[in-house]
């Protein structure tokens, strides 16, 4: 059992950036893959990023390119996440999710556990 809880949320201004945390409990959490989601009202839940296991490699969606970081500490358990340069298409609730692997994933039926989510409200 994985449970995760993420942190960070809030409203930002439009050009602003955003860090949103994941912290990660359960013996297995440190060996599988990581990712983020979000789902804006009325929209379907979207992948976001995805880093494995050990953090090396990262996968994201064409909509934050050039403008997102993650990172882990498997140490701590927690993931990060920083996304700059926001707009008001941003806006939505942020979800972590741990996955069935170890490698990073986007489909979210590849994810076994999810956190709460966390709502980001980016102001124009």
């Known amino acids: 059992q994985v449970q995760l809880e993420e ?12 860090s949103l ?3 990660a409990s ?16 009325g ?7 995805s880093i494995d296991r050990n953090g090396d ?3 994201y969606a064409d909509f934050v ?3 997102i970081a993650i ?11 920083q996304i700059h340069s926001l707009n008001s298409e941003d806006t939505a609730v942020y979800y972590c999710a741990a996955a069935r692997g170890a490698n990073h994933d986007s489909r979210p039926g590849e ?3 999810w956190g709460q989510g966390i709502q980001v409200t980016v102001s124009s």
């Not at 960070?8 to 950036?17: E, F, I, N, R, T």
């Not at 929209?43 to 990023?49: A, N, P, Q």
């Open 65 to 67: 390119k050039g403008r």
């Open 111 to 113: 994810y076994e556990y």
């Open 57 to 59: 490699k990262a996968y």
């Open 26 to 41: 359960g013996r297995t959490a440190s060996s599988r893959a990581m990712g983020w989601f979000r789902q804006a009202p």
């Open 7 to 18: 942190s960070g949320g809030g409203l930002v201004q439009a050009g602003g950036s955003l």
């Open 43 to 49: 929209k379907e839940r979207e992948f976001v990023i």
């Open 71 to 81: 990172s882990r500490d498997n140490a701590k358990n927690t993931v990060h996440l």
């Open 21 to 23: 945390s994941c912290a």
